[in-house]
């Protein structure tokens, strides 16, 4: 079994900054690429970054492109999302998603553990 653990959510303003964190834990961590999803109130659950067990393979979604920042650190079980010119849309909860795979995916059906989620606020 594996535990997702996120943190680093919280209230910021438009163009502010965020780094969400989500530790691994109860499996070896190398064995799973790791991904990051959001929900906003009334929309489904939707693809914001994957990155492969090596960090070797990202991905990012287009709405994200050139302001997030999805990393790995293999030492620590930690996945990062760093989150710059945050804007209102970004308001979701986000959730950290393991998948045994060595390859992410942008299909939240692909993943096999998930986070509790943390939730990010962007005021205008």
């Known amino acids: 079994q594996v535990q997702l653990v996120e943190s680093g959510g919280g209230l910021v303003q438009a163009g502010g900054s965020l780094r969400l964190s989500c530790v691994c834990s109860g499996r070896t961590f190398t064995n799973y690429a790791m991904g990051w999803f959001r929900q906003a109130p009334g929309k489904e659950r939707a693809f914001v970054a994957s990155i492969s067990w090596s960090g070797g393979v990202i991905d990012n979604a287009d709405s994200v492109k050139g302001r997030f920042t999805i990393s790995r650190d293999n030492v620590k079980n930690t996945v990062y999302l760093q989150m710059n010119s945050l804007k209102p849309e970004d308001t979701a909860i986000y959730y950290c998603?393991?998948?045994?795979?060595?390859?992410?995916?942008?299909?939240?059906?692909?993943?096999?553990?998930w986070g509790q989620g943390t939730q990010v606020t962007v005021s205008s």
């Open positions: 998603a393991a998948r045994l795979a060595g390859s992410g995916s942008r299909r939240f059906q692909a993943y096999d553990y």
